[in-house]
């Protein structure tokens, strides 16, 4: 079985299909209340991760894109075991032990499929890979690699018995036998630190990385530091969320816990709705200084054009996860993108008229100068993104 979630629910792959269940009824009342099924699958998927529209998982030899909004699946035979996966907005990739390959979430069927022909030149197998805007992090073999996602090579290291690669916003988080280790992202080593047992699973934010073993559930921070632990954790897998770690024990219940329970005064917990409006005082942010910002909704995405340029709003927010790391979590998990409209709109962030989507300019005014860290890093905001439509 498998745990992951978006911001309305937790998802749990078993039994042959993928069931969600309501975040609103686990954290309000602890009742475990599934609100969504899939169809069944041929198989369970071992992974999971999310695109803008679907939820996709791996389980042997297929990949599954289900859809969030009514359960309907599609399946597709990658031809060997599929080892790990990750996504983006649009895109989905995934490892077997013999190459990377790459298909397009919305066109998700086998003659789609593109093998990254730098596959040839990995050690072998390949056990992980994680995405970062237009990057991969690989390990294979004994090295971990750093990629373009069209597969040129752009930095590698030797790391032996590596199990499992994590994107941070400024560098990767890599796992290997009782040991996780940060690094740069020129692959160079910042920190590491020790966890007991056997390896099961790893999730990494923008502050911490969770990761649980046969012995322990751990959280670790950027120097290494572990910072809590549960020892004697009998869990199967659990997934992170914003505020709250969702727990799938074997003995089959779904329950959670607080980030703020586990790291005490180390935590302040993570508004959604202020997450999104940075987002946009930062596009406003490059309006008041000479840029054209043109904000449309087309198909379901955000489209996004600076200085006439295309950006891909992904990228937006992860060129400010530099400056407000708590961001990060809209990229890594794509499932959350849900949540912009539905809070922007609640909270009246932007209204969308039409296509146009027109910004509450007095809201974000007022999180610019309540929000320290605009003033501190406007001029390099502005400069970043700027940056982003040029490339």
């Excluded at 030899?61 to 649009?90: P, Y």
């Excluded at 502050?207 to 559930?217: E, G, V």
């Excluded at 043109?294 to 955000?302: H, P, S, V």
Aim: with cysteine.
């Amino acid at each position: 079985m498998e745990l992951y979630c978006d911001g309305d629910r937790v998802y749990v792959a078993r039994n042959y299909r993928i069931e969600g269940f309501s975040k609103k009824d686990l954290l309000e009342r602890a009742e475990a209340v599934v609100v969504w099924q899939s169809e069944k699958l041929s198989d369970t998927p071992k992974k999971l991760v999310n695109t803008r529209f679907y939820l996709v998982g791996a389980g042997g030899s297929k990949l599954f894109r289900v859809d969030r909004r009514n359960g309907s699946k599609v399946e597709i035979d990658a031809g060997a075991e599929i080892i790990d996966i990750t996504s983006n907005l649009r895109e989905v990739y995934f490892a077997t032990p013999e190459g990377i390959y790459r298909v397009p979430a919305e066109r998700c069927v086998e003659a789609e499929i593109k093998r990254l022909s730098i596959s040839d030149l990995l050690d072998k197998p390949v056990k992980s890979i994680d995405l970062l805007g237009d990057h991969l992090f690989v390990i294979a073999g004994n090295f971990l690699y750093k990629l373009t996602k069209e597969g040129e090579m752009l930095y590698q290291k030797a790391f032996a018995e590596g199990i499992k690669v994590l994107s941070d916003y400024e560098g990767c988080v890599a796992v290997k036998r009782g040991e996780i280790v940060y690094f740069t992202e020129e692959l160079e080593v910042l920190s590491n630190g020790a966890y007991e047992g056997e390896y099961v699973k790893v999730e990494h934010g923008a502050y911490n990385t969770f990761l649980l073993s046969d012995k322990s559930f751990s959280v670790f921070g950027k120097t290494g530091k572990r910072y809590a632990h549960v020892e004697d954790a009998h869990y199967e897998s659990f997934t992170e969320g914003l505020n709250h770690i969702y727990f799938f024990d074997k003995e089959g219940k779904l329950s959670f816990s607080g980030k703020k329970d586990l790291l005490g005064d180390n935590f302040q917990e993570i508004d959604l709705t202020t997450l999104i409006a940075i987002i946009m005082a930062s596009l406003m942010l490059l309006e008041e200084k000479g840029n054209r910002v043109a904000l449309k909704e087309e198909k379901g995405f955000i489209d996004l054009h600076i200085n006439h340029k295309p950006v891909d709003v992904e990228k937006v927010i992860l060129t400010l996860s530099r400056y407000f790391p708590e961001v990060f979590y809209l990229y890594k998990n794509p499932g959350y993108y849900d949540q912009i409209d539905t809070f922007a709109e609640r909270f009246d962030l932007f209204k969308v008229e039409g296509k146009e989507l027109r910004l509450n300019t007095l809201l974000l005014e007022r999180l610019i100068q309540m929000h320290s860290t605009f003033k501190v890093f406007s001029e390099d905001i502005v400069r970043g993104l700027v940056k982003l439509a040029k490339s």
